[in-house]
């Protein structure tokens, strides 16, 4: 799973508060005294907002929505019921997890993870659970995938598959992604394995 971050910004005593309760929480908790070492850090690119949500005192939050998606800040308003803040939090890392798996970008196409589908310009293609696991796969890699590692990754499964089955599932993904695009050039295979 991807580390979820929550930066907790300007509000040290809130920190306190929420820190006594890292054994209840999923998510990574960083504190920044005030905004300016928050944007310093962020400019220079030595924190990511990906996978990340800010809690920002209610009269910081105008100056924080101007310079950040406002889906990834949330307001603090005193008083707060703790409870019902970690409840809201939450929800709140479902919401923007979903949203980050609706547009995973793969070339020129666009995966949604969650409806299972590849998208480009207004044609869109239904794929298979394990169609979307191995578009996942080797977009997020770096170098060609060979055959066993696909095997034991996708399939799970430790060599006793039929030597064919991935080639047979790439040959068929690449044709139904011909017949929806007209290009099956999405998947390219070459002498060190598979690659997007």
Request: net charge neutral.
């Amino acid at each position: 799973m991807v580390n979820q971050k929550l930066y907790i910004i300007n509000l040290s005593n809130f920190y306190d508060i929420i820190s006594e309760l890292k054994e209840h929480i999923d998510y990574e908790l960083l504190k920044f005294d005030n905004k300016e070492i928050f944007f310093d850090k962020y400019k220079s690119e030595s924190i990511s907002l990906s996978n990340s949500i800010l809690v920002v005192h209610e009269k910081e939050y105008n100056f924080f929505v101007k310079n950040i998606n406002e889906d990834q800040i949330i307001k603090f308003k005193p008083p707060v019921n703790i409870f019902t803040f970690i409840e809201n939090l939450n929800v709140k890392f479902i919401q923007k997890k979903y949203q980050d798996q609706s547009n995973v970008n793969v070339k020129d196409f666009f995966l949604d993870i969650n409806s299972r589908e590849l998208k480009k310009g207004n044609s869109s293609l239904k794929l298979t659970e394990r169609e979307t696991d191995m578009i996942l796969f080797l977009n997020n890699s770096k170098k060609p995938v060979n055959v066993e590692t696909l095997e034991k990754k996708i399939w799970q499964h430790s060599s006793e598959l039929e030597t064919h089955t991935v080639e047979t599932h790439i040959y068929r993904l690449r044709k139904k992604i011909k017949a929806e695009f007209g290009n099956d050039e999405l998947i390219i295979s070459n002498k060190d394995g598979y690659t997007i």
